[in-house]
């Protein structure tokens, strides 16, 4: 699969070291220290950070971090990685430190894994800081080729418990240790976290009607989670899996785990709905849950690959071909395709070619322009996609969406929530 994808299937460890200078490599600086910038007096790191101490401390906390993670090159080098692994680490470690800003910092994380804290930034143009260097790392390590993905970037979601001894910190040294642990307190945090409410989710069913045939054989899955007796959609307004990609990873892998149970019970083969199922970009691109997730399909009836659509929704701007292409060729056999669910302003049809997208999906967008909805349909539609117009509320909407002669709608609107999917049926004339 690697090699389809145009990235090397093997590499020999000298590579690494080709027109390598010794400054890459700074002198006197211990393992985890900072190393590109030297430090002033003795709280003066904190500076760019806020006017007073605990000011600054909080900004840093609650602001721009970023962890870039060498995942996937691990992935895809792993025979490798033993005899690579030093050389790689070195390279990033000197590169990334060159690439920051004087006020930054740059706290080595566990194996693979940095953590960059930037100075005014916000999270938007932190991220696509981030991002550049990612890029960049990876032409540096490997050469100008297509791969620029194979690094991952993600924002860290940290809070004041996660900190111990924040009024100790009296170098950037100690700021760096001090982060390091928070960030592992975190991830600990989360994982409890889920534990205690994985229990409360569950998944429902919501028909998508296709007008034009006057037939319903699929239906969406909706996650719900079950507290207090009460049943609430995951996806609407929850802070526990909102803020942290983990956590909604967790999350996905849970709903499909209760899916494939609702799959299980609808018998052998037969006249089945197909299951129009959502997961979030971040999940596939980490390629310890796209994993995990890959898993947990293959383990579900053989006929799921017939009769299972995967929506894929938070998809970040301007992933390359060859970046879709790694993710969804490792589920292709999986599933019976996929479908985007984007803004109606996405037109990146042309990184989407030659993959297996069914369809274009949008959900909601109320507050929009019609005409921005049907130019977006339209565009989908020039593209061979088919439209799909999901969590449709109100019959302004649901009129329009008739009119655009939209492929699938679906909402509250056009039915209530079903505990188990129908078997397909012919709408009344």
């Not at 953590?115 to 390590?141: G, M, P, Q, Y």
Request: aromatic share 10%; net charge neutral; proline share 4%.
């Amino acid at each position: 699969m690697r090699n389809q994808i145009g990235h090397r299937s093997g590499i020999n460890p000298d590579y690494f070291n080709q027109g390598r200078k010794t400054e890459d490599k700074k002198p006197d600086s211990a393992a985890g220290e900072v190393k590109h910038y030297e430090i002033g007096e003795a709280t003066s790191f904190l500076r760019p950070f806020g006017k007073t101490y605990h000011e600054a401390l909080e900004n840093l906390i609650t602001g721009s971090i970023q962890i870039i993670g060498l995942d996937e090159v691990k992935a895809q080098y792993a025979e490798q990685w033993g005899s690579i692994k030093k050389n790689v680490m070195e390279i990033a470690d000197a590169f990334i430190s060159r690439k920051l800003d004087r006020h930054d910092v740059f706290v080595p994380l566990d194996d693979g894994h940095f953590a960059l804290l930037f100075a005014d930034a916000t999270r938007e143009e932190a991220l696509e800081r981030s991002k550049t260097i990612a890029h960049d790392l990876v032409n540096k390590l490997f050469g100008e080729l297509p791969g620029g993905e194979l690094i991952s970037v993600e924002a860290a979601m940290l809070k004041i418990e996660d900190f111990d001894g924040l009024d100790k910190i009296k170098s950037l040294d100690g700021l760096v240790k001090c982060f390091r642990a928070a960030i592992v307190k975190a991830k600990g945090r989360e994982e409890r976290v889920f534990q205690e409410h994985e229990t409360e989710l569950n998944v429902r069913f919501r028909p998508l009607i296709n007008r034009r045939k006057g037939f319903i054989g699929m239906y969406e899955a909706v996650s719900m989670t079950n507290a207090d007796d009460e049943q609430a959609d995951v996806a609407a307004n929850d802070p526990l899996f909102n803020e942290s990609p983990r956590l909604r990873a967790e999350m996905d892998c849970v709903i499909l785990r209760e899916t494939g149970t609702i799959f299980k019970k609808l018998g052998g083969a037969g006249n089945k709905p197909v299951i129009f199922l959502p997961v979030h970009f971040e999940t596939l691109a980490n390629s310890y849950f796209r994993s995990k997730y890959a898993r947990i399909l293959a383990s579900l009836p053989d006929y799921t690959e017939w009769h299972l659509v995967l929506n894929v929704q938070d998809i970040a701007a301007g992933v390359p071909n060859s970046r879709y292409r790694q993710i969804f060729t490792s589920l292709r056999q999986l599933v019976l395709g996929f479908t985007f669910e984007v803004g109606p302003s996405w037109n990146e049809f042309d990184a989407i070619r030659d993959l297996p997208i069914l369809a274009m999906t949008l959900a909601g967008h109320e507050s929009l322009e019609l005409s921005q909805i049907e130019a977006f349909f339209k565009r989908a539609k020039q593209n061979k996609k088919k439209c799909i117009w999901r969590s449709v509320d109100n019959d302004t909407l649901a009129r329009a969406a008739f009119k655009m002669q939209v492929d699938y709608v679906s909402g509250p609107i056009f039915g209530a929530l079903q505990t188990v999917p129908a078997k397909p049926f012919s709408l009344p004339k």
